[in-house]
């Protein structure tokens, strides 16, 4: 594995990662719950409640805001190592997963480990475990 110093942007990359928790911290102080991307979808979609617009509006400003980036900064390059088919698994078991595991990433991640919670403390243990361990496999076992 190679290091590209002049493509490394630790700056834009603490940016974002600040606005997650900007915006996180302010959902959990402006709405009491915290701010589990798949809980949230999860409730949209199921029955509705006197939150619900204010969870269809943080949810669209997740989608309206790399709109935004890509109206003035312009697209990232996107490259995907893998077919059609292989998204549509990939998206699946996420999917599943998130159901499981009783949320995401950024519910676990993000908002449960910032609030030491025992079980998202865990749940983002085993992610970054299956996340390392599968990198391994596809490219130093099986040369991916």
């Known amino acids: 594995m190679t290091f590209d110093s002049l493509h ?5 990359a603490l940016a974002g990662g600040a606005l997650i928790g900007l915006a996180a911290g302010l959902w959990v102080v402006a709405s009491g719950r915290v701010a589990g991307i798949s809980g949230l979808l999860g409730s949209l979609l199921g029955s509705r409640d006197s939150a619900s617009g204010e969870k269809a ?3 669209l400003g997740l989608l309206a805001a790399p709109v935004l980036w890509m109206l003035f900064v312009g697209q990232p390059g996107i490259e995907f190592k893998t077919g059609t088919l292989g998204l549509i698994v990939a998206g699946l078991l996420v999917g599943i997963g998130t159901r499981y595991g009783a949320g ?3 519910g676990h991640g993000v908002c449960g480990v910032s609030r ?3 079980r998202s403390i865990i ?3 085993c992610f970054m475990f299956t996340g390392f361990t599968t990198v391994f496999v596809l490219r130093h076992l099986l040369g991916n």
């Open 57 to 59: 509006l943080f949810l």
């Open 116 to 118: 030491l919670s025992p």
């Open 8 to 12: 490394f942007t630790p700056w834009s």
């Open 104 to 106: 995401c990433t950024s």
């Open 123 to 125: 749940a983002t243990l």
